[in-house]
Each structure stands twice: as structure tokens, then as C-alpha cells.
T-cell receptor, first 114, second 113 residues
Framework: SQKIEQNSEALNIQEGKTATLTCNYTNYSPAYLQWYRQDPGRGPVFLLLIRENEKEKRKERLKVTFDTTLKQSLFHITASQPADSATYLCALDNTNQAGTALIFGKGTTLSVSS | SAVISQKPSRDICQRGTSLTIQCQVDSQVTMMFWYRQQPGQSLTLIATANQGSEATYESGFVIDKFPISRPNLTFSTLTVSNMSPEDSSIYLC??????????FGSGTQLSVL
């Protein structure tokens, strides 16, 4: 069956450290993989997208990798800050058409302590 | 990008009643989606609502329970009918703008007693 798994429900780190979140999937062949941030009481907000032929994507303190052989994406936040505390969701885009519905993982809740 | 207003933000309802959730977008969009997010679970797609056609429902969701309207390119409603405590969840409206990413409303926190 098809599955998306985010390695842990919760991750606690110290301010200034790098947070690494994992997303694994089975029985999908996504053309794109996306990461979203969700704060309590809010809808998810798009962060980064990476294509199947890209190994790595960066945006400011964020870095995403995508290994289609391992069927895994890693999401890194460097120099983490308490404001980075939120739930991070990975999402698969399994189609060739832009703007279609995504399939989401359960998310990992990151807590950054000062 | 798209800005989405979703109402109500939260509600507490009695078993057996219905609630209609509204989703207003600040621009015309073709694709609108309704998701459910149960506690500790991933976002689950309920249906895709395209203007001018019937909504397409995902497995496990039926029109009688979750009727959807899409009267124009900026507005949609989702009704949760004949509610039971199992329907307690966050309901999210989402749109695609022709790019790959989706934009979400703030969600409706529904509690059914």
C-alpha cells in the first residue's frame, strides 16, 4: 500500500543547532516533493518544492534533499530559532498537472528551545 | 499567491445537525480542494471542487455526507451533514493557482458533542 512516513512525531533541539526532519514514502513515484509549515490554528504554508531530478534545494536557512532511490527527503533548518517551532509536513505531488491535490505526511512537530 | 478566508474558524455542534463551511479566495482559481485533518493524522483529501462541475470525492467520502458547492471561481462551501462525534476535526480549504504549491485557509475547528 502507499505510505508517507515522517520519521518522528516530535523533535526537540536547542537554539542554534540544525534540525533534520525525514520523509519516507513507499509505492509512490512523485515528480515533486514539497514541504509545508503549519502553526497551531493555522493552515499549512508552503516552504519549498524539489523536483525528482534535483538532489538539493536551498532557501535561506532551509535545505531540502530528495533521493528517489532511497525514496526519501530530508529537510534541514540550520541555525534554528525558537520561531522555527512548528509542525512541518512533507507532501507528494504524484501527477504531471500543476495545481492538483497533494498527499501529505502526518508531520513532525519541531520545538526549538532557547 | 492566493489569500483564502475560511469561515467559521471554529464551531461546536450537536450530534445530528449540519454545518456549512465557507471558503472565499481573493482571486479566480480553477482547482479548490477540501481536506480534513484529524488529531494526530495527516491531511486527508475529501474532494476536489471545480467550478461548473460536480465535485470529485475521494474514497471513503460521499456526497450525501459532505455536499460541496462551487458556484464561481472564487467561492466554495463544504457541508458536514448529520454530524457525529467522529466528524470532530479540522476542515481545510485549499486552492491551486497553476503552480505546484497549494494555498490553505486557516481551517475550521469542528467539535461535535
Amino acid at each position: 500500500s502507499q505510505k508517507i512516513e515522517q520519521n518522528s512525531e516530535a523533535l526537540n533541539i536547542q537554539e542554534g543547532k540544525t534540525a533534520t526532519l525525514t520523509c519516507n514514502y513507499t509505492n509512490y513515484s512523485p515528480a515533486y516533493l514539497q514541504w509545508y509549515r503549519q502553526d497551531p490554528g493555522r493552515g499549512p504554508v508552503f516552504l519549498l518544492l524539489i523536483r525528482e531530478n534535483e538532489k538539493e534545494k536551498r532557501k535561506e536557512r532551509l535545505k531540502v534533499t530528495f533521493d528517489t532511490t532511497l525514496k526519501q527527503s530530508l529537510f534541514h533548518i540550520t541555525a534554528s530559532q525558537p520561531a522555527d517551532s512548528a509542525t512541518y509536513l512533507c507532501a507528494l505531488d504524484n501527477t504531471n498537472q500543476a495545481g492538483t491535490a497533494l498527499i501529505f505526511g502526518k508531520g513532525t512537530t519541531l520545538s526549538v528551545s532557547s | 499567491s492566493a489569500v483564502i478566508s475560511q469561515k467559521p474558524s471554529r464551531d461546536i455542534c450537536q450530534r445530528g445537525t449540519s454545518l456549512t463551511i465557507q471558503c472565499q479566495v481573493d482571486s479566480q482559481v480553477t482547482m479548490m480542494f477540501w481536506y480534513r485533518q484529524q488529531p494526530g493524522q495527516s491531511l486527508t483529501l475529501i474532494a476536489t471542487a471545480n467550478q461548473g462541475s460536480e465535485a470529485t470525492y475521494e474514497s471513503g467520502f460521499v456526497i450525501d455526507k459532505f455536499p460541496i458547492s462551487r458556484p464561481n471561481l472564487t467561492f466554495s462551501t463544504l457541508t458536514v451533514s448529520n454530524m457525529s462525534p467522529e466528524d470532530s476535526s479540522i476542515y481545510l480549504c485549499s486552492v491551486g493557482t497553476g503552480r505546484r504549491e497549494l494555498f490553505f485557509g486557516s481551517g475550521t475547528q469542528l467539535s461535535v458533542l
